[in-house]
């Protein structure tokens, strides 16, 4: 059983290596643009690109999956964070499945630093979502119903990602540390974890969880995304198993504990018959002076 598991794993490892591989992970940008503290991260340079040492990309990678895994087991959720042209589709496509929150059109300033008044953006949008729901602005001048729909599709688009998002993300997994720069300084100022596809001219000093490469290839951005979602999923339903035992098991111990005596006396919890010293007989009544 040991040996098929560890070829099964093997398997998967190859192919996720293939698919890495395929997609062009490996492609860094122009020599003459790159990041020096990228260095550890860069295999060699070929006509004038760097090449991105896949087996730091593999590290990475696997790290993340296991820290957004440790994540989700303990009740937390991420947020994706990547507006380029190439990652929003990708994010859109993958992450609303695992139920996971987004930002794919713009990062607004204060996100996160500033969430108290992104949440009342966000009751807006419910109250606005509700007239149209309601009435359909049918009591509502043709002016102000303009204004109030304009309004609507301002936040929906800018806010619809993380519109149930209650509290502030367990971490933040982000497509180019250039472009989202902003949300990258909101997460360290809170002490959020950040995990970032970071390329040959970004800088690692703003990520806690890097994997080095190609963030300019659609491809390669769903591989490391779909992996990402996949390790959510699989903690999902290890939490859904694990998450009924655990609430049985203080609902069976407080009835255990409130079993009436076999004496047919008074019930009272079973801790009760023990007195502090240790001894299992009751205690005497003092008799009185």
Same mark, same amino acid.
């Given at each position: ?7 099964? =794993? ?7 290596? &293939? ?8 492609? !860094? ?15 060699? /340079?070929?006509? =004038? ?33 990547? %507006?380029?042209? &190439? ?21 607004? =300033?204060? %996100?996160?630093?500033?969430?108290? %008044? ?24 043709? /002016? ?21 998002? &209650? ?23 809170? =002490? ?9 001219? !970004? ?38 198993? %694990?998450?009924?035992?655990? &609430? ?29 010293? !240790? ?11």
């Amino acid at each position: 059983m040991l040996v098929s598991l560890t070829v099964k =794993g093997s398997r998967m490892a190859n192919q996720l290596v &293939q698919d890495l591989i395929e997609a062009g992970i490996h492609f !860094g940008q122009r020599a003459s643009g790159w990041n020096p503290r990228m260095q550890p991260y860069i295999y060699g /340079k070929r006509n =004038g690109i760097h090449i991105i040492d896949i087996k730091e990309t593999i590290k990475g990678l696997l790290l993340a999956k296991k820290f957004v895994t440790k994540l989700v087991m303990e009740g937390k959720e991420v947020c994706f964070v990547g %507006t380029k042209r &190439q990652a929003k589709n990708v994010i859109e496509t993958h992450v609303p499945a695992v139920k996971q929150h987004y930002v794919t059109e713009r990062w607004l =300033g204060g %996100t996160l630093t500033n969430f108290r %008044t992104i949440r009342e953006r966000l009751k807006r949008l419910d109250e606005l979502d509700a007239i149209e729901q309601n009435d359909n602005y049918a009591s509502y001048s043709k /002016k102000m119903e303009s204004q109030l729909r304009r309004e609507q599709r301002k936040i929906s688009r800018n806010l619809e990602g993380i519109r149930h998002m &209650q509290k502030l993300p367990g971490a933040l997994i982000v497509v180019d540390v250039r472009a989202e720069i902003t949300a990258l300084k909101e997460a360290r100022k809170l =002490g959020i974890p950040t995990i970032c596809l970071i390329d040959t001219d !970004g800088d690692p000093e703003y990520v806690d969880i890097p994997i080095p490469g190609n963030d300019d290839s659609m491809r390669s951005i769903d591989v490391v995304v779909r992996e990402l979602c996949l390790a959510i999923h699989e903690a999902q339903q290890q939490r859904a198993l %694990t998450q009924p035992a655990a &609430q049985a098991a203080p609902a069976a111990q407080a009835k255990q504990d409130a079993a009436p005596a076999g004496d047919g006396g008074a019930r009272r919890s079973r801790r009760s018959q023990y007195r502090a010293d !240790g001894s299992g007989e009751p205690q005497p009544a003092a008799s009185g002076s």
